[in-house]
């Protein structure tokens, strides 16, 4: 007989992929106890009811429950105090799947050790979120490019004229990070005819990229873009990387979009731009403090789509995540790379 591997899933999923998890090997002991589990508000909740709360009789069957994983699917609450404790928790834990494209920043805030950090192996699911998000961006730079603002402004004023509108087609894109994300956003801004100019730490080609460039050359691409898109996650190399510099050098004419993470932006220097028209507008997923302040002057801009970070929540996300996560069970158990690894060193 050999030893199964128990596999805890801390996150409500639906029976049918907990069932693929299942078939991925014999060798896993699938754990799912969906009555300990916070149930979800909407699809693919990953935190589940604020207000739901366990009795002391299922918090220590829970506690129970995560002491014996080998590997885990998400943390509770997706809470870095969380996967502090589910870590200390279960001293055989070796591989957590986490449910957050940005999940770097997650263990990051944990405070684990230097020794808990090289005992587990933690993956983000970077990629599953590339198509909500890359449709959000073209949502974005369409709805001001098309004029939005003032339609709802004429549509509250009853005014009725007519007056040209500008394309999409022929202006260039500036994609600031072009992985899975980025690739996406430019394959579907090359279908509205754009040209797609794209800044990776490692500049190498990338499907539907025309060009590719290394980020110190963001102000200077910054200055020549119609519309800039942003899908980084927030690291050390790229926090404020869009500074006030790279915004005072936009066209008056330019969008910005955000997808990444808003500390990327420097958003006062945003706001001011933003407020003075000397950019046209921005539509915005992500801001610097989250949920955005109620004093927020982005709230009451006419020229900023406001998301309160859902840009990348879809129906599908569960199965994408579990998808991912199966081809990673089986690469783990064949002592391979996974995929969306996080390192350690850089928390991405």
Request: aromatic letters at 6%; proline letters at 8%.
């Amino acid at each position: 007989m050999v030893d199964r591997i128990p596999l805890v899933i801390t996150s409500y999923l639906e029976a049918e992929l907990v069932d693929r998890l299942r078939a991925v090997d014999d060798r896993l002991d699938v754990r799912f106890e969906p009555e300990l589990l916070p149930p979800p508000t909407f699809p693919s909740d990953h935190r589940g009811d604020p207000l739901w709360s366990r009795t002391p009789e299922q918090e220590q069957r829970f506690a129970d429950l995560i002491a014996g994983a080998e590997i885990m699917f998400g943390f509770p609450r997706e809470d870095p105090a969380q996967l502090a404790w589910a870590v200390r928790r279960a001293p055989n834990l070796r591989y957590v799947q986490c449910t957050f494209a940005g999940a770097g920043q997650q263990v990051r805030a944990a405070g684990l050790t230097a020794d808990e950090l090289s005992r587990i192996l933690f993956a983000s699911s970077v990629g599953v979120h590339a198509t909500p998000l890359a449709e959000w961006s073209l949502f974005g730079l369409l709805a001001l490019r098309k004029g939005l603002p003032r339609l709802r402004a004429d549509a509250r004023e009853r005014r009725w004229d007519h007056y040209p509108v500008p394309e999409l087609r022929g202006e260039t894109l500036l994609v600031v990070g072009t992985g899975e994300i980025g690739a996406e956003v430019a394959r579907l801004a090359s279908a509205f005819g754009m040209r797609v100019v794209g800044i990776k730490r490692s500049p190498e080609p990338v499907p539907f990229v025309d060009e590719v460039y290394p980020p110190d050359r963001l102000d200077e691409l910054a200055a020549t873009a119609d519309a800039v898109v942003l899908t980084l996650p927030l690291t050390d190399e790229t926090a404020g990387l869009v500074s006030r510099r790279t915004i005072e050098a936009l066209k008056p004419t330019a969008i910005l979009v955000n997808v990444g993470r808003g500390p990327v932006v420097d958003e006062d220097a945003l706001v001011e731009a933003l407020r003075s028209k000397r950019i046209l507008g921005a539509a915005l997923d992500v801001f610097a403090t989250e949920p955005l302040p109620a004093d927020s002057p982005l709230w009451e801009l006419e020229n900023v789509i406001v998301s309160p970070h859902t840009a990348a929540l879809s129906i599908h996300e569960n199965a994408r995540i579990v998808e991912l996560f199966c081809e990673n069970l089986r690469r783990f158990l064949a002592g391979e790379e996974l995929l969306s690894r996080i390192r350690t060193d850089l928390f991405y």
